[in-house]
Every structure is written in C-alpha cells, then in structure tokens.
C-alpha cells in the first residue's frame, strides 16, 4: 500500500499464489492508515526517504487493482478468493465505520451483546468503544469478552441482521470463535493506560485470576526487545544474573543483544560464560524464569518506574 502501484504489483508478482492472496486479503481489509502507523510499520524504510509518508488508503478496489497488475489474465480467481474471504468475516463492514458512530448504535446493547461485537473488531477500534462507556459497562462489557468462547452463528447472525436493519449494511455470516482472554489483552494493549488500569483494578476485585491471565497475555518476555535503553537499565538492576541466563536461552538473537550492551563488557562476558555453563536446559524452565521477568516488569511498572506502554503523542514537559 506504501508503493506505486506498478511497484507494489511487481512485488505481489514475486510471491506463491497463497502469499499473495493472504497479503491482497489484507489490503482489502484496511481502509485508512494514518501516516504515524505507516510510519511505526516501515521504520527501516523510513529512514531512507521519511517525507513520503503522508498515509494511504486500501480497500478491495486497491487489492483487486493490484492483483489484477500482479497476475494479468490469471487474475479472477484470486479476486474472486479475495472477495469471499471478506464476506465470509462476521460484522466485517463494521471495520468501515467510525468508532464514536458505532458506539451510539451499540451504547444502550445489553453488554453481552456489545462484547460479541467488540470480539470481532480490530483490537484498536473495539479500544475505542470500550473507551467510550461508562466505567460500569466497561467492566460489565470486558468480562464477558474474557469468558465468552464458541458463540453459535444463530446469535451471530441475529445480532448483525440488528446492525444491519440499523446501519443499513449486509454482511454474510459464518461459525465464529471469537472473545477470551486474548482477546480482552489485545484490546488493552493499546487502550489508554488510566482506562487499562481502572478495568484491572475493577475485575481484580471479582475475578484476580482472571485478571492475572490477562496481564500475562499483555506483555511476553520477547517485547522486553521494544524497551529502550533507559528501562533496559532499570529492568538490569533488578533482574539477578542468573536470571537472564536462563531466560535468555529461549530469547531471540536481538533480545540477547539488547541486554548484553546494556551491560558493561565485564557483565556481558560473565553473563555469556554462564550461559554457555548452563548447557541445554528445558523448555519450561526458560519459560519459567521468562515469565518471573515479566512479573518484575509488571510490579515495576505499577511502581512507576517504567512503562511497558508506547505513547504515540509526543511527551510534554512540565516545570
């Protein structure tokens, strides 16, 4: 989407047929991206030629020219899979309305059935609306989306006939899973922190095992390589030596490298050589001590000393 078109068509050209249909599915899956999230998704790009990232739209007509460039003649049964894959998705055509109208359709929905909708919504739309209700609701709302699992496709399609009739939008219907505990950690992944927190606390008064699950679907060991260097530091004071050789064991190659040049050469070193002196070492124990980690990274946090939330507006000072 960030190319020309006869580019973009050159590149699709080189993919396997099911590459290339998986990719066309998720342009005709966007509708709008903002220049900032263009700009996080191609940071390497970025960095050659910055200015240029002023946003761009997809869609189906974008996917459908594309593919159509990529593959000439052979090009309609791609369309075609392209096209079914996106009306076979539950309340899809909800992706292409604004959050706040969505909200006063679905505000005064008993929760039960605003979760079934916000489980199938992109994590930083169904964010929106959760943003949007009434501190009671929100609780009510993502409780159910912690629990809800198989969800027949009778209530489905009787739910979006509702929307439909309403927001005069058709959208075919298929068996769905849909909610659970991942799906309430994604949405709180990139909801506001004062909003995350008063839902933690809230549902941890009823429910503190369920709020322990979904805090550990919120943050993994591996985003530790998304900190910077400041909160590297901060997590190396309290994290033991013994710790990371073991966790790191199971990290990937620029994890290890982010936290051995945080450390001075006489650490790295030392924590190389006990690393290599551990051998190989089960699976579960490195999952173990990774998930201790977090554990210190989440106390840490609600202590103020970092943050495991990216804020994409600019920080402002304060005297």
């Not at 990139?190 to 909003?195: E, G, L, N, Y």
């Amino acid at each position: 989407m960030s190319l020309p078109e006869e580019q973009a068509a050159q590149l699709l050209g080189k993919l396997d047929s099911k590459q290339l249909e998986a990719v066309s599915v998720e342009i005709a899956r966007l509708n709008e991206v903002s220049g900032d999230e263009q700009e996080t998704a191609l940071q390497d790009f970025s960095k050659s030629n910055p200015n240029t990232l002023t946003g761009r739209v997809g869609g189906l007509d974008v996917a459908k020219t594309l593919v159509e460039k990529a593959l000439g003649k052979d090009a309609t049964a791609t369309v075609d899979n392209i096209r079914q894959s996106l009306e076979a998705l539950p309340f899809g055509f909800l992706q292409k309305v604004d959050s706040q109208n969505l909200l006063t359709f679905i505000i005064d929905e008993h929760p039960q059935t605003i979760a079934l909708i916000l489980c199938h919504l992109p994590p930083s739309q169904a964010a929106d609306v959760i943003s949007g209700l009434p501190a009671d609701r929100q609780i009510s709302v993502i409780r159910r989306v912690a629990t809800m699992a198989q969800t027949s496709p009778e209530i489905i399609q009787e739910v979006e006939n509702g929307l439909e009739r309403r927001m005069a939008s058709v959208m075919s219907q298929q068996f769905e899973n849909a909610g659970g505990v991942s799906s309430v950690a994604e949405i709180l992944n990139v909801i506001d922190r004062a909003t995350e927190r008063s839902l933690l606390e809230n549902l941890s008064q009823e429910t503190p095992e369920l709020v322990e699950e979904i805090r550990r679907l919120m943050f993994v060991f591996e985003d530790i390589v998304k900190f910077g260097d400041r909160e590297i530091q901060t997590l190396l004071k309290n994290v033991e030596s013994s710790q990371w050789a073991m966790a790191l064991k199971g990290a990937s190659e620029d994890l290890k490298e982010k936290i051995l040049k945080n450390m001075s050469k006489r650490a790295a070193d030392l924590l190389k050589e006990e690393m290599e002196y551990l051998g190989p070492v089960k699976l579960s124990n490195v999952e173990q001590t990774q998930q201790q980690i977090v554990d210190i990274i989440r106390r840490l946090e609600d202590a103020g000393e970092l943050t495991t939330h990216s804020d994409d507006s600019e920080d402002k000072l304060i005297q």
